[in-house]
């Protein structure tokens, strides 16, 4: 277990909880952020696809901007987040639908065609993947782009994909 996963776990324990698959984070993750958090945990990303030639940073909006942010900062490459909301500036564009079993509610994500473009090498971040909804439109955003997923990670990896880069899985707090 890398120091991340370590000290990631321990503050979850102090400052968090769990219950089966329900993990509360809130305190220094999605909601209110410690910024020391995020950039050991972005530095453990970064490293994992220094040798990967990303180009962009894609994210949903909201709880995956802090990390792709850092992360995007340590690989020297721009990030970008999916909207959930077209806003009247944004012509062209991509979309994909995102059910949030979280929020229990259904989705649209926007990017701008401006923003992403055919052939770039992409890194997907997020905070959590449980059911796997955000990145499979996340997916079909990054094909109706033409653009190339050269792969995916998350903080925490509740689902049972073995494909994603996480800091931690279930199972590391189960254990």
Do not use: W
């Not at 564009?93 to 649209?108: D, G, I, L, M």
């Not at 992403?116 to 996340?138: M, N, Q, Y």
């Amino acid at each position: 277990m890398s120091y991340a996963s370590k000290t990631l776990l321990e503050r979850i324990k102090r400052d968090g909880s769990i219950t089966g698959n329900v993990i509360k984070v809130d305190r220094f993750l999605n909601h209110m952020v410690d910024p020391q958090l995020i950039e050991l945990l972005a530095s453990d990303v970064a490293a994992q696809f220094a040798e990967k030639s990303i180009e962009k940073i894609l994210t949903a909006e909201t709880s995956g901007i802090m990390l792709a942010q850092a992360v995007a900062g340590m690989l020297g490459v721009t990030f970008i987040y999916a909207k959930k909301n077209r806003p009247l500036t944004m012509g062209a564009h991509y979309a994909a639908a995102s059910y949030s079993f979280t929020k229990e509610e259904s989705t649209t994500l926007y990017v701008s065609k401006e923003v992403l473009r055919p052939c770039e090498r992409v890194l997907f971040i997020d905070d959590f993947l449980a059911k796997g909804s955000t990145l499979k439109a996340i997916e079909e955003i990054i094909e109706q782009a033409d653009a190339m997923l050269v792969g995916s990670a998350v903080i925490i990896n509740k689902s049972e994909r073995r494909d994603i880069y996480a800091i931690l899985t279930l199972e590391d707090l189960q254990a």
